[in-house]
């Protein structure tokens, strides 16, 4: 490692995270804050964060999200909005990638000599 890599753990950000899941839709990660000596900080909230898996042509897409919540019950109650606004994020982000993919312009590189016998296509390497 060197300097402008500092990997030193925050004890004043600890969590112990738990997971919960239905075995069927998806998981809530409970991330419960602690001190530095493993008992609970009840001076900061818990945090619920949600994942789902989509599938996609290329393999399976892990989408995680945040859920408002003070309690599991509240993030339960949550999850099924949040996985909805989550997906619908994640896909309008492929459309845009695939966008920006299919107009993307080939442009030769300098000094490309044309194929012989004219024709001017470009080729690709």
Known sequence: MNAQTDARFDAASVYREEMYTDRRVGTIRALVPVTAD???????????????????????????????????????AKFADGARLAVD????????????????????????VPPAGGGGRIRMP
Not at 59 to 67: Q, W
Not at 89 to 102: F, G, H, I, S, V
Request: overall charge negative; cysteine-free.
């Open 38 to 76: 493993g008992s609970a900080d009840p001076a900061r909230a818990t945090l619920y964060v949600g994942q789902v898996s989509v599938m996609t042509p290329m393999g399976t897409l892990p989408i995680s999200f945040e859920l408002e919540g003070a309690t599991l019950a509240a993030a339960i």
């Open 89 to 112: 994020d994640a896909m309008r982000e492929l459309q845009q990638l695939r966008r920006e993919q299919a107009s993307s312009i080939v442009i030769p590189e300098p000094g490309a």
